[in-house]
């Protein structure tokens, strides 16, 4: 069975920065394709960034050059790394990987569906 715990949310003031991560079990992340996604309040679902199983990595126009994602083998763990945050950012954060039953789900469902089963961690930002 996947399972797929993150930390490391919190608050930080406009600027400042943080580190998420993303703990697996049953897969290991470098044969596992992973993706960050995150939803505010109100707001859609949307996608972050993604990191493929041989190491390349693809992130969304809103973060882009601002969060970076990093992986520890031994730790089995990715982590987000968020920097110059913006009240904006602030967000659900949910990480999923191959194989943890997400396939099928829908983009804008995901979040949602992410959070049924207990993740996410939360980031808020201040201006």
């Known amino acids: 069975e996947v399972q797929l715990v993150e930390s490391g949310g919190g608050s930080v003031q406009a600027g400042g920065s943080l580190i998420v991560a993303c703990t697996a079990s049953?897969?290991?992340?470098?044969?596992?394709?992973m993706s960050w996604y995150r939803q505010a309040p109100g707001n859609e679902c949307e996608l972050v960034s993604s990191?493929?199983?041989?190491?390349?990595?693809y992130y969304e126009a809103p973060v882009k050059g601002r969060f970076s994602i990093a992986l520890d083998n031994a730790k089995n763990t990715v982590f987000l790394k968020m920097n110059n945050l913006k009240p904006e950012d602030t967000a659900v954060y949910y990480c999923t990987a191959e194989h943890d039953g997400m396939a099928s789900v829908r983009d804008r469902d995901l979040c949602d569906a992410l959070g049924a089963r207990g993740q996410g961690t939360t980031v808020t930002v201040s201006s």
């Open positions: 990191m493929a199983s041989e190491g390349n990595i």
């Open positions: 049953g897969i290991t992340f470098d044969h596992s394709d």
